[in-house]
């Protein structure tokens, strides 16, 4: 079955640029009907959508950290990544990477939500 | 962007016992609001989605309800692996937000 792998750097200096890699296994990324997603679960318990990235190329970012973040996609890899730039304190997160898919029930309609997730990367900013 | 406030942020139960969760959305975002559930060192799972329909392998004693702007997620009869962080998430606005979670507790 599908799985999602994160992986990179578990400390970040601030100021610098943390960089992580989200590895699709037991399936294709070059698949129409998903969106690759970030998401950063922060201290205490909140979760943060940061944004997700078409096999396409396309992307969409949360707007208050658009500046700072870039996604790529790797199909040749079956890899997606991101980078988020200029970190604090405040970008210390577990990050996730995750799928957000369609799915189409019986009578035809869509339905979007996340079926996948990987397991998680905790990223500390610290110097 | 859309803010999702979950109440209470704890709830204290023992299981066999009704746990109701609430979801309040700012804004509208019709029913476009699923549920996961989290536990500890564990990626969240999906329980419900469309405010109202399982998931696939999700126990009947998991219903959804609701539109607009309020939501409850409702376990009729608490299992001990019930016990677990619940979140919602709307995407019925871009951008996609969650709600801050209730931790469901062993009373």
């Known amino acids: 079955q599908v799985q999602l792998q994160e992986s990179g750097p578990g400390l970040v200096k601030p100021s610098q640029t943390l960089s992580l890699a989200c590895n699709v296994s037991g399936g294709s990324i070059s698949n129409g009907d998903s969106y690759w997603s970030w998401i950063r679960q922060l201290p205490g318990r909140g979760l943060e959508w940061i944004g997700y990235?078409?096999?396409?190329?396309?992307?969409y970012y949360k707007p208050s950290l658009k500046s700072r973040l870039t996604m790529s996609v790797h199909t040749t890899k079956n890899q997606f990544s991101l980078q988020l730039s200029s970190v604090t304190a405040a970008d210390s997160a577990v990050y996730y990477c995750?799928?957000?898919?369609?799915?189409?029930?019986?009578?035809?309609?869509?339905?979007?939500?996340?079926?996948?997730w990987g397991r998680g990367t905790l990223v500390t900013v610290s110097s | 962007e859309i803010v999702l406030t979950q109440s209470p942020a704890t709830l204290s139960l023992s299981p066999g016992e009704r746990a109701t969760l609430s979801c309040r959305a700012s804004?509208?975002?019709?029913?476009?609001l699923a549920w996961y559930q989290q536990k500890p060192g564990q990626a969240p799972r999906l329980l419900i989605y469309d405010a109202s329909i399982r998931a696939t392998g999700i126990p009947g004693r998991f219903s959804g309800s609701g539109s607009g702007t309020d939501f409850t997620l409702t376990i009729s009869r608490l299992e001990p692996e019930d016990f677990a962080v619940y979140f919602c998430h709307q995407r019925g606005n871009w951008p996609e937000t969650f709600g801050q979670g209730t931790k469901v507790e062993i009373k």
């Open positions: 995750a799928r957000e898919s369609v799915h189409y029930d019986s009578d035809g309609e869509s339905h979007w939500y996340f079926d996948l």
């Open positions: 990235i078409h096999y396409s190329g396309g992307t």
């Open positions: 804004q509208s975002v019709s029913t476009y």
